[in-house]
């Protein structure tokens, strides 16, 4: 609009504003678009890296121990969690002892 009117504007020039207005905009635009496209990047790498981890589950009607990977965690599988583990999905604790977490 600013663009518009500027155009019948009695100063010469006027629509140097608005058009550098625009490019401002324009290029602010393009940085957070690049920054955001560089951390979901990043994130999906992540996430792709976490999902490739291998868990210790016990499964089945007799409870054997099976190892498997964190994608392929289902609901009712009991979790054994060693020290340096990290928790692959939302739980519940069942037993502990001594246990700290950061």
């Known amino acids: 609009?600013?663009?518009?009117?500027?155009?019948?504007?009695?100063?010469p020039?006027?629509?140097l504003e608005s058009i550098s207005i625009y490019f401002a905009v324009l290029f602010a635009g393009m940085i957070a678009s690049l920054c955001?496209?560089?951390?979901?990047?990043?994130?999906?790498?992540?996430r792709a890296e976490i999902?490739?981890?291998?868990?210790t589950v016990l499964r089945g009607q007799y409870g054997t121990t099976q190892s498997?990977?964190?994608?392929d965690l289902v609901v009712g599988d009991i979790v054994l969690l060693?020290?340096?583990?990290?928790?692959?999905?939302?739980?519940?604790?069942?037993?502990e002892m001594?246990?700290?977490?950061?």
């Not at 609009?1 to 100063?11: N, P």
């Not at 001594?98 to 950061?102: A, E, R, S």
Request: glycine share 4%; charged share 25%.
């Open 68 to 71: 498997i990977l964190v994608s």
């Open 1 to 11: 609009m600013s663009l518009g009117l500027s155009l019948w504007s009695e100063v």
């Open 82 to 95: 060693q020290a340096g583990d990290r928790v692959p999905a939302d739980c519940f604790l069942i037993e």
């Open 36 to 46: 955001d496209w560089s951390k979901e990047k990043q994130f999906l790498n992540l």
């Open 51 to 55: 999902m490739k981890e291998q868990i």
């Open 13 to 15: 020039y006027k629509w």
């Open 98 to 102: 001594d246990m700290t977490v950061d």
